[in-house]
């Protein structure tokens, strides 16, 4: 079996950008050059990546634009909700609450959990914020498939085990930790630095990068 | 000339996390293959990414841990300081503020701005947030290189255009709008949610990802 590399799926991610955009501007057809060119990559690479998923579009003719965002975002799992818990309302918590782009994308935060007593009781964006003692329990009862860790890197290991006994299948880490799963969870880090550093070789190598 | 993509700036970032780890865990050699293995791509493209800066390693002995941490630093532009501005003292802001890897990586932030009353004046880890009122003579004086956007969406553009009036080069965009800046300008902007649509995937698609 042919894994699907991270790098794959974050174009994915970028080509339904792209689609979405053209779609709000009335454009109806794209070719794989265009769509390429928007990503900074070649034809065949968006090609090659969306041949992992099926038959898009007709040679010569390119993809319908709706089509095929249709498409990508099934493959995506975006066509449907998500039930999402953020663990550790500081900042980072704070800011995802305040992020409305994940209600539109079909990530619904159903629950905030933080051990600061000023915090508990409390609603933002209409999201309870819960103490962690039945943190188990809740998500259960929520049955949340996603959860945010936005907690000290102290607390982290130990808030991922709890969610996972509270039967949460996906881990969005922000703390800069190497945390631990077993093989049926899936866990993605965050790492704030990576387009900073990417800032950083681009004004290092100006003549190197695209820049449109 | 060949541009370097996104993706490939992307893999040297993790390269050089696996390499830094390798090299605080004593590894003293790694092949492309070991290399690729961490970051879920092929020996072959590990070795496609270095060669686009020059000849590292040698065949069949793999890479010297620290050299070629060293050279992808160098790459990178991570050898030297940057200085940094951060425009916004919400969440995001105040988690840069927080954010103990951008200083350990050579990104010093100078100053932060804020137009709210309350925050103007205050000290956050060190750095004094001012009023934007005097911001292209501030970011000019401080020879600030990079700036972050993490207010409104509503003051985005404006702040940029402000920015690059004081001379900065390299803009980190926090805010979900599509930011104007002359061709001499590097931009790059940080989708909080292309993590999270990662794990929709993964968890649509479970025997396609590999999970380590």
Known sequence: ME???????????????????????GIKTVSSLMLGQHNGVTAAQV?????????????????NVSDLKKNVNRIMGLNRTWKVAICGVGNIGRALLDYDQ??????????????????????IHGVA?????????????????????AV??????????????????GILNFAPINIQVPKNIFIRNENMAIEIEALSFALTNP???HNS
Chains 1, 2 share one sequence.
């Open 102 to 123: 994940f209600r539109t994308q079909g990530f619904q935060i159903m629950i905030a959990f933080d051990n600061d007593p000023a915090k508990i009781g409390k609603t």
């Open 129 to 149: 914020i819960r103490s962690e003692v039945n943190l188990e329990r809740d998500v259960r009862d929520e049955n949340i498939d996603i959860a945010v860790i």
């Open 152 to 169: 000290p890197v102290s607390a982290a290991q130990l808030i991922v085990d709890r969610l996972i006994v509270g039967g949460v299948k």
């Open 207 to 209: 003549n190197l990068v």
């Open 47 to 63: 090609r090659k990546d969306l041949s992992c998923f099926g038959a898009f579009g007709r040679r010569g003719l390119g993809y």
């Open 3 to 25: 894994y699907i590399s991270d790098f794959t799926i974050h174009r994915l991610s970028k080509y339904l950008r792209t689609l979405s955009y053209m779609e709000e501007n």
